[in-house]
Every structure is written in C-alpha cells, then in structure tokens.
C-alpha cells in the first residue's frame, strides 16, 4: 500500500515526496525557449493533482502513457492556492508492484446496504410490469457486479467506485420525497427510470485503472446502450405494455434535459420532467460537496472555480464559522472595553460628614 495519499497534502507542503500515481492525462508543451516540458494530471484514491515536469523531460517522454502507474519524486507545494507537483524524477511502475484499490477514489458508504435499499424500494412497486423489468436487471449476474462498482461519470459527479448505485440511491430517496408532494406523479415509472437513466455507464465507462471512456462508450453512449439494454430485457418479459415501453424510452432519452447536454428529446410527461430536475439536482450537490471535500485544507471560505458547475463555490460551514468568531472577537472586545471604563472611573468620595470635634478646630 502507498505510505502517501493526496489527502496528506497539507502535512507536506513545501516538501520532497515520493510516491506513486496513476496518469489520468499526458500532455507534452512547449517553454518559451521552444523546449518540451510534461504537464500531467495524476491521482489516487483520494484525488487528483497537477503536476510538471520542467527538467530531463526528453529522456521521460517515452517511457509512460496514459493510465500507466508512476513512481514520482518532487516537490508538493501550491500555486494559485492548489497544490501541485514539480516531479524531479519518474519512472513506470509494473502492474505488480500496484495495489490497484490505492489509486481509484471508492464510496465510503456500504455496497451491500446501498443495494438492499434499490431491493427494498423495488419490492414495494405495485406495477407487476416495471417490478419484474427491474428485478430483471438486479438478477442478472454480469450487470449487478458492473452495477454495484461503476462510477456514475468519468469526473463531474459520483465519479468514485459505487457511483453508480450510490447517485441512484439518493436518486430513489429524493424522487420518494416528491412523489408524495405530487400524487398525479407515477412513483413506479418515476423510480424505474432513475434506475436505468445512467445504466448504460457500467458499458461507457471503463474504471480499472483510472476513469476514461471505452470505444463503444466515445461512439455510442450511454443513451444509446442504455435503448439496446432496455429492449433486450423487455424482449424477455411476456405482455410488457408497448406503451410503458415507449415512456421509459423517452426517459432514457431526456433526462439530461436540455439538446445541448445531449438529449434527443426534451422532457414531454411529468415523471420526465422530475426525473431530469431530481437528476440534475443530485449531480450538482454531489459536485459541490467533491469540491469542498478537494479543499477542506484551504483556510478559504471560497473555493476554486468549479468547471462544471461554472463558478466558485461559498463554503457556507467556514463562512458561518469565521462570522461567529468575528462576532465573539467583537464581544469580547467590547467586554473588554467596558470592564476597563469600570475600573476606571471610580466614584467622588462623600463629602466629609462635619463633626463636633471638627468644628471645634476650625
């Protein structure tokens, strides 16, 4: 097992490390002098980093490629307030000398729980037809195993081992909640899309080494994998309704929402429609919270610019925090000051009460 994660950056800035990494992108630029230098995302479990390569680079070109396991020495610090790598030395790492759990990010929530709740929320459907299409799916053998270990994407959310299953999940919960607020919706349809929207992922996807899209996934995608899936299971079921059919493809179909994130068709029913917004909503919230994960390190209440969400992102838990220590440093200050003006201004003593004897002497 690695002795470093990037999740120990903070103990290590501005140090010499030595660790090993698998390369999610290779990059070749040109300095200003016209010389080549090595610009490489890298990553582990806990993450990724950026990291350069400025000097000997033409004696390194060769020698890795993409996905390929590195052995890397250099210098962890920051720039632009994220830390980065400048790799002194490298050399390729064999498979064997790789424990492949070290280097693929992977929920740290329970598997087998996550999947007894898809069982449980499927035993409750009331349609025979979407229960057994369903349960068709968890039986098989070869899909299940992809199922419970596919990331849900290659890096815009859930994009750990269990991704997957951990979004539809959460997908399954959320689309419960708001059935209930809306009783025209068909919980049975709405929960049976949610479960094959992104299906088509244990296929698009490839997660063995780092995260990256196979052949058929760049040339098809998940949609389309997702139609041939669903059409070969229904081909299996006796007297499943034409008609159920053809609105489970229209939200295989649009429950990306919009033409321009690469949906055929707009969502046209109501459980297309809460599919596609419960959808979207979840992808969004997981990204937020990777991304304060990323940067729990910064002292910052405001995180790095987000490209898929298009901004930087307010911490609400350290904006929260800094504004009550503010506060308390105020009252304090103001404690303070006042126990000083106590101090300060003592009373006049009494005017001496005139006695006998007094008035005698004067």
């Known amino acids: 097992m690695k002795d470093f994660f990037l999740s120990d950056c903070p103990r290590f800035e501005n140090k010499v490390i030595t660790s090993s990494f698998v390369v999610t992108t290779k ?8 010389e080549p230098y090595l610009a490489l995302t890298l990553a582990d479990r806990c993450g990724q980093i950026e990291a350069k390569m400025w000097d000997n680079v033409e004696d390194a070109l060769d020698i890795f490629e993409q996905d390929d396991f590195l052995k890397i020495k250099g210098l962890l610090n920051k720039y ?4 980065q790598i400048t790799i002194h030395k490298l050399r390729r790492m064999a498979d064997s000398e790789v424990d492949f759990a070290d280097y693929l990010p992977k929920t740290n929530k329970n598997i087998d729980e996550l999947w007894q709740t898809v069982v449980d929320f499927v035993a409750s459907f009331e349609d025979q037809h979407l229960k057994a299409l369903v349960q068709a799916f968890m039986s098989d ?25 951990d979004h539809v999940v959460s997908l399954f919960r959320s689309c419960d909640l708001v059935c209930r607020n809306y009783p025209q919706i068909n919980r049975d349809l709405l929960l049976t899309g949610a479960f094959l929207h992104d299906i088509g992922k244990i296929h698009e996807l490839a997660y ?17 994998i997702e139609l041939e899936m669903l059409q070969a299971k229904i081909a299996a079921i006796p007297g499943f309704p034409d008609e159920l059919k053809t609105l489970l493809e229209h939200l295989i179909i649009s ?63 350290k904006f ?15 404690d303070s000051t006042a126990t000083v003006e106590t101090q300060t201004s003592v009373e006049p003593s009494p005017a001496p009460t005139s006695t006998p004897t007094a008035d005698k002497i004067f």
């Not at 990059?27 to 016209?34: A, D, I």
């Open 320 to 334: 929260l925090e800094k504004e009550a220590v503010t506060i308390a440093a105020a009252a304090a200050a103001s």
């Open 255 to 317: 429950h990306h929402g919009h033409y321009e994130f690469g949906s055929p068709k707009l969502p046209m029913f109501p459980e297309a429609l809460m599919l596609h917004y419960m959808d979207d909503l979840d992808s969004k919230m997981e990204s937020m919270r990777a991304h304060f994960e990323r940067e729990s390190g910064s002292d910052s209440k405001w995180t790095s610019y987000n490209p898929s969400l298009g901004r930087g992102l307010l911490n609400t838990a």
């Open 80 to 83: 632009k307030n994220r830390f």
């Open 27 to 34: 990059q070749v630029k040109p300095k200003k002098t016209g």
């Open 141 to 165: 053998p070869e899909i299940a195993a992809a199922y419970r270990c596919a990331p849900a994407a290659k890096t815009l959310h859930h994009a750990y081992i269990g991704g997957l299953l």
């Open 208 to 224: 063995t080494r780092s995260f990256s899209y196979t052949s058929r996934g760049q040339l098809l995608g998940h949609m389309i």
